[in-house]
Antibody, heavy 119, light 107 residues
């Protein structure tokens, strides 16, 4: 069974940094492209970033480009999202998810990790 | 960036009724469109991919249609568990984008 478990969400001040982690199990980690999707309170889904299986290609939404960095440690079956210079509008539940075999749709999702940016 | 506009924002129907949700893209996405169901406190669930293909385990009452810029998700006969928020998503071009969602509520 595929499992994705996020951790690292917290309350952080504007301008601060946070790193989210996503521990994966139940599948061959290196063969899966992975992504982060967020949902701000009362808002819809917003794609944030994606990374290929070997980590050689990364993609970012314009809203986070230059501030967030996606990475993965294939020896630990773990996905990361380093978030710097956080803003109030980054407040959201962040979901770790995997790419569908057909293409960039999302078939498996974690339960999410809450990031709150506030002073 | 490809903008997806969903309508209506809210749809009020009763169990047993037919639901039709729409998603319009700002430019052609061919058939590279998916639909998700999202319930409070749960992770989103993939329903339809590539416009008309049901994902694994999705009941036959869910169907998708369309191509280019206009797409629909139809639920043929609503079950109580179908009341949720539905999102469309395109994979034609980076960045991946979602529609703003349609809330399907019990009338």
């Amino acid at each position: 069974e595929v499992q994705l478990v996020e951790s690292g969400g917290d309350l952080v001040q504007p301008g601060g940094s946070l790193r989210l982690s996503c521990a994966a199990s139940g599948f061959t980690f290196t063969t899966y492209d992975l992504t982060w999707v967020r949902q701000a309170p009362g808002k819809g889904l917003e794609w944030v970033s994606a990374i290929t299986g070997r980590g050689d290609n990364t993609y970012y939404a314009d809203s986070v480009k230059g501030r967030f960095t996606i990475s993965r440690d294939n020896s630990k079956n773990t996905l990361y999202l380093q978030m710097n210079n956080l803003r109030a509008e980054d407040t959201a539940k962040y979901y770790c998810a995997s790419r569908h075999s057909i293409g960039w749709y999302i078939d498996y999702w974690g339960q999410g990790s809450l990031v709150t940016v506030s002073s | 960036e490809i903008v997806l506009t969903q309508s209506p924002a809210t749809l009020s129907l009763s169990p047993g009724e037919r639901a039709t949700l729409s998603c319009r893209a700002s430019q052609s996405v061919n058939s590279f469109l998916a639909w998700y169901q999202h319930k409070p406190g749960q992770a989103p669930r993939l329903l339809i991919y590539d416009a008309s293909n049901r994902a694994t385990g999705i009941p036959a009452r869910f169907s998708g249609s369309g191509s280019g810029t206009d797409f629909s998700l139809t639920i043929s006969s609503l079950e109580p568990e179908d009341f949720a928020v539905y999102y469309c998503q395109q994979r034609k071009a980076w960045p991946i984008t979602f529609g703003q969602g349609t809330r399907l509520e019990i009338k």
